[in-house]
């Protein structure tokens, strides 16, 4: 790509760090959304046993692999710390034990090589990945972020300015595929796995809850928001499926995977059931705030059926959809320094006492 048709400021290198949860991830972005790095070491296959991701695990992966995972961003970039201007670090939501590690090594390097730190939230560079491979600007808009532990609705003004209007009251989509492909008897992380199996399913077949979210309904308030316009629900579901293979007693448990009667019809129509969900809930916030375009990203947004049906219903209704391409929608930090040179061009730099926590800002 090239560098010097950007406007001034786009050759501001910004080093990215993202460990807050099971990726160990380092990325060198220039003006906020040209990748020349993005390095993403993977622990799928350490915490795949154990069906889901161990923190304590995570946090001792993180300590081994970011050293040498910012190594190879840099020589991925093939630049060195004096073209960096500023370190953009995932300092929440997340689990805390990862946090701490991207956090403690952005300290350690802006206090050796004199970098500027930038504090980035996970949840809103999910929201930027959408934008970085787009020429033009989507503000105002819309963002939805599925992910493995997060569902959430944002309404946008620009890349700093976004508010949370739509949570989930339980589990999170990505979460609900994975608990899902448990009870399906397929591996970790399910999301892939569910929607392998649902091409040779009926989406129809089963007509599994969909959760309607009410625009402006106060009885949804959350401890997380306190009124937010949409909220989600997908544990009724997730339920729905387990008596579907279970029985209405939950009791009666299959030989093996492969005997669950229907198990393609039953993915395709849990995937149905949730895609529906999100598309829905999405139009309906793209609506009430009349914008023009959704961002869709997290994990979540590589399922090619929410990416087919938000595209069409988007259409449909004289709107656009932006998903980034699937490497951009699972964890990376390529969105983490994309999302740090907007924040460090707005002087949001930090001190060195800064902390990371668990929970959304
Ligand atoms: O964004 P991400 O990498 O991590 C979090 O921040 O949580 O998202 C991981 C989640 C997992 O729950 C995984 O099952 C889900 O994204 N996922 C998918 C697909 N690919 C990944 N869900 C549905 N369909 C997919 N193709
Ligand atoms: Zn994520």
Redesign the pocket.
């Known amino acids: 790509m090239d560098v010097h048709a950007q406007p001034a400021g786009a050759r501001e290198y910004i080093l990215g760090i993202e460990t807050?949860?099971?990726?160990t991830a380092a990325a060198i972005v220039a003006g906020g959304r040209i990748v020349r790095s993005s390095i993403v070491e993977s622990q799928i296959a350490t915490h795949a046993p154990f069906g889901g991701v161990v923190p304590e695990i995570a946090g001792r992966s993180h300590v081994r692999s970011i050293v040498p995972v910012i190594e190879r961003a840099f020589a991925a970039a093939e630049l060195r710390w004096e073209d960096v201007a500023a370190i953009a670090v995932t300092t929440r939501p997340?689990l805390i034990g990862s946090l701490l590690v991207g956090l403690t090594a952005a300290k350690a390097f802006a206090w050796a090589k004199l970098k500027p730190l930038v504090a980035i939230d996970?949840?809103e560079a999910?929201v930027h990945a959408a934008t970085m491979e787009r020429e033009t600007s989507p503000y105002p808009c819309v963002a939805l972020v599925?992910?493995?532990?997060?569902t959430a609705l944002y309404r946008c003004r620009s890349p700093l300015e976004l508010e949370l209007v739509g949570c989930t009251m339980d589990d999170?989509?990505?979460?609900a595929?994975?608990k899902v492909?448990q009870i399906l008897g397929l591996g970790?992380?399910?999301?892939?796995?569910?929607?392998k199996l649902a091409l040779a399913g009926d989406p129809a077949r089963f007509a599994f809850p969909r959760y309607r979210a009410k625009v402006r309904d106060p009885f949804h308030a959350t401890s997380e928001s306190p009124r937010p316009l949409v909220s989600f629900s997908f544990s009724g579901l997730k339920t729905s499926v387990l008596y579907q293979v279970r029985g209405q007693d939950a009791r009666s448990l299959p030989r093996s995977p492969e005997d669950i009667p229907a198990r393609a019809d039953i993915a395709a129509s849990f995937?149905e059931a949730?895609v529906d969900v999100l598309v829905d809930a999405a139009l309906a916030c793209a609506r009430e705030f009349q914008a023009a375009t959704v961002l869709v990203?997290?994990?979540?947004?590589?399922?090619?059926?929410?990416r087919e049906k938000m595209t069409a219903a988007c259409k449909a209704a004289g709107l656009e959809a932006w998903f980034p391409s699937?490497a951009y929608?699972?964890?990376n930090a390529a969105m983490i320094a994309g999302l740090g040179w907007h924040a460090w061009r707005a002087g949001m730099t930090c001190a060195l006492d800064l902390d990371a926590s668990p929970r959304r800002g």
């Open positions: 807050s949860c099971d990726e997340g996970h949840i999910h599925v992910s493995g532990g997060h999170a989509a990505g979460e595929f994975d492909a970790y992380p399910g999301g892939p796995a569910i929607a995937q949730v990203s997290g994990g979540v947004a590589c399922n090619q059926r929410l699937p929608c699972t964890d």
